[in-house]
């Protein structure tokens, strides 16, 4: 594992978020990143992914509130939430996503238990 997630936390319903990903040993620029997310005893699902030259895909769930971009000057790849609501709460992760770069991105089964970072933990409650 080698990105790490950040950003996360207790927020109200209707409040917003910009979560945040990172890899302290290589370059995030050429890679298709994915965000993906576990709410309590429910399976991981995927968000959304970026390609490397940017273009984004999402899940239809998302519905325009959530937003996936990079900024290649500060090596992280983002994830905006917006709108949320107590049933978006769980653990969002991110990790490379080369099905983005064909539009099949955002996939949790072609990923190993192992793979996955430690995640940050968004918690939306009044």
């Known amino acids: 594992v080698d990105v790490v997630e950040s950003g ?3 927020v109200q319903p209707g409040g917003s978020l910009k979560l945040s990903c990172t890899a302290s ?15 309590p ?8 992914c970026i390609t490397a030259n ?3 895909y999402y899940a239809d769930f998302v519905k325009g509130r959530f937003t996936v971009s990079r900024d290649r000057a500060k090596n992280m790849v983002y994830l905006q939430v917006n709108s ?7 653990v969002y992760y ?8 064909y539009g099949v991105g955002f996939d ?19």
Do not use: H
Request: hydrophobic share 30%; net charge negative; proline share 5%.
């Open 108 to 126: 949790p089964d072609l990923y190993g238990m192992d793979e996955w970072g430690k995640g940050t933990l968004v918690t939306v409650s009044s």
């Open 84 to 90: 949320l609501q107590p049933e978006d709460t769980a």
């Open 54 to 56: 940017e273009k984004t």
């Open 94 to 101: 991110c990790i490379g996503d080369p099905g983005c770069e």
């Open 8 to 10: 996360g936390g207790l």
């Open 25 to 39: 040993t290589f370059s995030l620029d050429n890679y298709a990143m994915g965000w993906f997310r576990q709410a």
């Open 41 to 48: 005893g429910k399976e991981r699902e995927g968000i959304g």
